[in-house]
Each structure stands twice: as structure tokens, then as C-alpha cells.
């Protein structure tokens, strides 16, 4: 017979896995997804109620949100996924070397919480809405991120395909 588990408890055993395989930025954070700014940007809420911008390392997406610049070709299609991927939903943040950028934004690779949790950078690349960025020392995944875009690119996915090179 099955028996319920509580997705607290769930979330709990999936970002311990993940930290023992996580880079030397301590343990995960859980969250849930508060806002989705654009396709690298969300604000999570913690169980206390408080929120913090998330900028997902590694990756970037096109730009969709900011009013000094053009919405970038594939923005609004790396912006809905991303949307329709995170909004609402409980995420286990996974730090680096360094925790927060210039603009105090938290930086952390994103898993949605689950028994298989899902690897959200590497799935946004994958998918052709992100190219990889990598700032030194936050260097964990680059390897990783750097195939699934090879991948993306020569599949033609998303933007490889929508917009010019």
C-alpha cells in the first residue's frame, strides 16, 4: 500500500541529494516561486514569508523586462516557459562560490522540488531559451550547461532556430 508523503518532506530528501553533489556554497534553500520576472529572474518566498530576487546562474535569456533595452529575439518565448516551469512552484536553490550579485540578487542554480527534482538552468538551456553565461567562481555547472547548449544549437531549438546568430 502507498502512503502519502508530505512534499515538505519530499523537498527535504531531494535537496539533500542535491547538496551532496552541489558545489561548496552550502546547503540548498527551499522556496517557493513568488514571481517570475523573465526567463533568468524570480522572486521566491521563503516559509517565513519573506522574498528575494533570484538570478539563475549560468544561464541568460533574452531580455524582456528592462526599459532601457529592446525585448530580445525569443525573450517572450523564454519568459512564458519560464512562467509556465516555475510560477507557483517550490524550488530548491543550490548556491555557488558567491550568493549574491551587484544588485543583491540571490545566485543559485534552480531545481524544482521533487522525488526526481528537475535541473531548471540546465532545462531552460536545453530547451533553447538561455544561453549559458558563466562569471567566475560560479563555475559548478559550466561543463554541463556548456553541452546542453551545444545541443540546443546544432538541434536548432528555440531561439538557435527563431533568431539570427
Known sequence: MDRWVPPAAIA???AAAIWLAAPAGGPPRIASVATVVDGDTIV???PAGDE???RLLGIDTPETVDPDEPVGCYG???SGYAKRLLAG???LLVYDREHRDMYGRLLAYVYLAGSRPVFVNRRLVAGGYARTLVFPPNVAHRDELSRAETAAALAGRGLWG???T
Request: net charge neutral; aromatic share 0%; proline share 11%.
Open 52 to 54: 528575494d530576487a533570484v
Open 44 to 46: 521566491i518566498r521563503s
Open 89 to 91: 512552484r517550490v524550488v
Open 12 to 14: 527535504c530528501a531531494a
Open 76 to 78: 517572450p518565448e523564454a
Open 162 to 164: 527563431a533568431c539570427p
